[in-house]
């Protein structure tokens, strides 16, 4: 459903709006489901002792880069819509990968966005972005048969991978944290419910 979602708002709106991505529904995803787990929107300074919790998500989007690995910033995404969440994202990378990403674009981000989808990988452990609490990682869609009402069929799939520093996110709040996730991602009708 959530494919099928991108190609029509993309039909219908892409040649105005810009083209969307699964990952600016995923980033939609993430900030609804951080409203009801806040907990995994922190920081966690070790030394001091301090977490810090925030209500903004500023989303890192881990970003392959000729020179390694490099997180640039979505700032404050609870703030915009699908399009304008998808621009940043891109421009962010494409600012990474080019090497003209200033400082500010690559610190402060609050929770971490990561995909291995482009490089065929089903499941990940994801690292955490010290000093963040947590990571999610998406995986490849891939068609798969699951059974539904009792029958094989095809679906398009995609594993979700995830880490959670445990002295701030314990494990009933993660795996909970990733179930929200994953009923917006296979009920996308429930991104757009506020």
């Keep these: ?69 490099m997180v640039p910033v979505l700032r404050d995404a609870q703030a915009h819509d699908l399009w304008a969440n998808a621009a940043e994202v891109l421009r962010l990378a494409d600012a990474a990968r080019s090497g003209k990403a200033v400082r500010d674009e690559l610190s402060g981000s609050t929770i971490t966005l990561t995909s291995l989808g482009r490089l065929g990988g089903i499941m990940a452990t994801p690292v955490i972005n010290h000093p963040e609490v947590a990571i999610v990682g998406v995986n490849r869609s891939a068609l798969r048969p699951m059974i539904r009402d009792g029958a094989v069929v095809a679906r398009q799939m995609m594993n979700l991978s995830s880490s959670f520093d445990h002295r701030v996110v314990d494990g009933a709040i993660a795996a909970a944290f990733v179930q929200s996730l994953r009923g917006y991602l296979e009920q996308p009708a429930m991104l757009f419910v506020e």
């Excluded at 787990?37 to 919790?53: C, H, I, K, M, S």
């Design 1 to 69: 459903e959530l494919e099928a979602l991108r190609a029509r708002l993309n039909e219908k709106w892409g040649s105005q709006r810009g083209h969307l991505t699964l990952l600016a529904l995923l980033v939609r995803a993430i900030v609804l489901a951080v409203r009801d787990f806040p907990q995994v929107n922190a920081r966690f300074d070790d030394e001091a002792g301090v977490l810090t919790q925030h209500a903004a998500v500023h989303l890192g989007i881990a970003t392959q880069t000729d020179g390694g690995l």
